[in-house]
């Protein structure tokens, strides 16, 4: 039965205790990590001096002004020059009499993760011995063979105590050794910083939470570590800890577009714990979830009045049409009744946009070439525009295709091109570029040369019916863009520039599958559904592995090293799920999860963060799309 790590730590602390000799482990920073009793005990040093954390100069000033080095004329200086012997980090020995008349001898040895143990033996008695010895080795001859068999025994004892203390400085190693690896293996970043905001303690991973950052911070400030932007972020949490009250919050880093979520508990020296972990894609998740719930109740608070409104406009227009026929009307009543029409039949489209923005929509990412995109999202604007206004797309993103709802994305950036029209009037620019940020987003920003957006615009641009375009507006067109962005788990933002107005619109940035035609391991438990999928895939030019659990499937990745692509359920025979699969597989091998479950259903959200998921039932045409890229052609039908 394995000892747990604190037993190994108490059995340790009890040894050091019973030994004779008085033992002290001071860390690199001169701070007191380990001591034991006999230490106390030598040299009558209160409990504060002897608590994890007292400092060595602390305590060297304490026995120069008790008397312990003798009459000290200069005790700052003496102090100093003994720290700065300590900081040399070299091993020594030394034998010193103390003011009490007690001699000691002092063995200290340097220690490899930094700072060194010290071992101090009262050998007051041993030199005794020794002067007896020489002053009376004549007549004590018989007394000398005695002295010297007790030296003898006191040697062995010491030697022995020589060994304890080696395997205890072995084991406290080999216990740091197994906590810093664990630590570093975490995918979060596990770290301490002191009263004054100062590092003392990482486990290396700061830089793949918050990619740019480094990773060596140990003695460095916070506010460096994390960059200025990150740091006015966490300060006011940061502080709270500092205070004694823990704190558990989200932010977003500017610099590598990461949602970052921390958390502060404060240590009892002032400092603070932290752990922070990268929750990006749990964020885009939510927030897409958040906005299909958004929708669901807003479709059913609206489509019953809808319905009868829109029974209402269709009696409005009967009627006035009726009149409109009656004989003998003047002209004003004409007009009117014109009039009447005219707002009844705004009303009616007026209907037809709330019912797309409150209907059922699901989202639907496929493989997509962005260039073809945006050279189709040109190809529809530029006869919507005068001939005075410029457009001018520029693309940067990286040359393979993306998981995206190419429909429902160029709708969104045609509304926006639309939109920056309108504020040019009849002649400006207009600036539509798209690119990767930090492999998390990919980022479209709209820009016009119009006069830009008004205070009221850019705090209720995403209100639904608010417009500044007067009886020319809906004031649907952003909120639908805003539905449409946050629905696939993005985000839209207005601004303004020193030319004009800027929409940033952002989605999630999923690289699509590259699955060459070949070995595909088909992974599904259920017999008739694997049938299914095997003839889908055979169909579309790959040979087909299957497997019915994630353990048989990671034997046969590790047996077949030719297989180029994986489909697997989420729900599979055994314990292991598809998730579970999915953290098995070497790098470079592509997954795509299917799934069945409801969308609340947490196994369906964790693997949304796992891999692209495809909702069962599927077909042939829908699993094609997902592993190959989707055409100009095909994004315009």
């Not at 070299?90 to 009490?100: I, Q, S, V």
């Not at 910083?193 to 950052?213: E, M």
């Not at 059913?300 to 009726?322: E, R, V």
């Not at 707002?343 to 073809?372: C, D, N």
């Amino acid at each position: 039965m394995a000892i747990s790590p604190d037993r190994t730590q108490e059995l340790t602390a009890a040894g050091l205790n019973l030994i004779g000799q008085a033992l002290t482990i001071y860390d690199s920073d001169l701070k007191l990590a380990v001591c034991n009793v006999p230490f106390q005990r030598m040299f009558e040093l209160p409990d504060e001096l002897v608590t994890p954390g007292a400092t060595f100069e602390d305590t060297i000033r304490h026995l120069v002004q008790r008397g312990e080095y003798g009459d000290v004329a200069d005790i700052d200086g003496f102090v100093a020059e003994r720290v700065d012997q300590a900081l040399a980090f070299e091993p020594h020995y030394m034998e010193r009499k103390r003011a009490n008349g007690r001699i000691i001898s002092v063995e200290g040895a340097p220690l490899q993760q930094g700072g060194w143990v010290t071992v101090y033996t009262d050998i007051t008695r041993t030199r005794q011995q020794e002067a007896l010895l020489q002053a009376r080795s004549e007549e004590l001859s018989g007394q000398l063979i005695d002295y010297a068999e007790e030296l003898s025994s006191t040697n062995r004892e010491l030697a022995a105590m020589n060994a304890a203390l080696e395997e205890a400085k072995r084991e406290l190693t080999e216990i740091e050794a197994r906590t810093r690896l664990t630590t570093e293996m975490m995918p979060a970043h596990i770290a301490h910083v002191d009263a004054s905001g100062t590092y003392t303690y990482s486990n290396r991973q700061l830089n793949a939470v918050i990619p740019g950052r480094p990773s060596d911070i140990r003695g460095m400030h916070i506010s460096a570590a994390l960059g200025t932007s990150a740091y006015d972020r966490i300060a006011p949490h940061l502080e709270k800890a500092f205070d004694g009250n823990p704190s558990v919050f989200e932010f977003t880093d500017d610099a590598s577009a990461r949602r970052i979520r921390a958390a502060f508990t404060p240590d009892s020296r002032g400092g603070a714990y932290i752990l922070s972990m990268d929750v990006t894609a749990e964020m885009q998740v939510r927030v897409a979830m958040q906005q299909t719930q958004r929708r669901a109740l807003a479709a059913q608070m609206t489509s019953g009045l809808a319905h009868d409104f829109s029974n209402l406009l269709t009696i409005i227009l009967g009627l006035q049409s009726k009149l409109k026929r009656a004989e003998g009307l003047p002209q004003e009543a004409a007009e009117l009744i014109d009039g009447t029409l005219a707002a009844a039949q705004r009303g009616g489209s007026l209907l037809g946009s709330i019912a797309g923005m409150t209907a059922q929509r699901s989202l639907r990412p496929e493989a997509t070439e962005v260039r073809q995109m945006m050279a189709n999202l040109r190809t529809l604007a530029e006869p919507t525009l005068p001939d005075a206004i410029t457009l001018v797309v520029t693309d940067t993103t990286p040359d393979r295709p993306v998981m995206l709802d190419a429909g429902m994305a160029t709708d969104s950036l045609l509304n926006l091109i639309l939109n920056a029209r309108d504020a040019c009037g009849t002649k400006g620019k207009i600036g539509v570029s798209v690119k990767v940020v930090h492999d998390t987003w990919i980022e479209w920003q709209v820009e016009d040369t119009g006069p830009g957006f008004s205070e009221q615009a850019l705090s209720r641009g995403f209100d639904p019916f608010f417009t500044t375009k007067g009886a020319g507006g809906s004031g649907l067109g952003l909120p639908m863009v805003y539905d449409m962005t946050k629905l696939a788990g993005g985000d839209l933002r207005l601004e303004n520039t020193q030319t004009g107005a800027r929409v940033t619109l952002r989605l999630p940035y999923r690289p699509a599958l590259s699955a060459a035609m070949g070995l595909v391991l088909l992974v599904e438990d259920r017999d008739d559904l694997r049938s299914v999928y095997r003839d889908m895939l055979t169909d579309l030019g790959h040979s087909v592995i299957e497997a019915t659990s994630a353990d048989e499937a990671t034997a046969l990745l590790a047996d077949l090293p030719e297989i180029a692509f994986v489909l697997s359920d989420v729900q599979l025979a055994g314990e292991a799920t598809g998730i579970d699969l999915t953290n098995r597989l070497a790098a470079g091998i592509p997954i795509l999860l299917m799934t069945s479950l409801p969308a609340e259903d947490p196994l369906f959200k964790a693997a949304q963060r796992a891999a692209p998921l495809l909702r069962k039932p599927f077909s042939s045409d829908t699993l094609q799309a997902l592993l190959a890229p989707k055409s100009a052609k095909e994004i315009v039908a």
